[in-house]
């Protein structure tokens, strides 16, 4: 597993752009949880705007952003948060995410 102290293990590229690579320390569980939220996010965002839903556009947008903090790929770099902080991200994530279907993490 990285410690996210080599520029490879912080970014990667596509297409010329570079994106932000998941925290490395994230827990299966969690990841595995984060990418589900993810995935329904992006699926929101396509359904909304299919149907020209501002409204749900604008909550699926919501889900993948909140998603994409979790993971450590928006808001403060990961690299430059303590372990704590790193777990208080992903654990508020998740929480979140889950308090937008009024689950308790279970699906």
Do not use: C, N
């Amino acid at each position: 597993m990285s410690d996210g102290s080599s520029e490879e293990a912080r970014w990667f590229v596509v297409d010329g752009r570079r994106w932000r690579r998941s925290d490395p320390t994230l827990p299966s569980e969690v990841e595995e949880r984060l990418l589900h939220h993810l995935g329904r996010g992006r699926s929101g965002v396509r359904t909304a705007k299919r149907a020209g839903d501002e409204e749900a556009l604008a909550a699926a947008r919501h889900r993948v952003r909140v998603a994409k903090v979790g993971l450590g790929e928006r808001g403060d770099p990961w690299w430059e948060q303590d372990p704590d902080v790193r777990e208080r991200r992903w654990t508020d994530a998740l929480a979140g995410l889950d308090g937008l279907d009024g689950l308790d993490g279970r699906e």
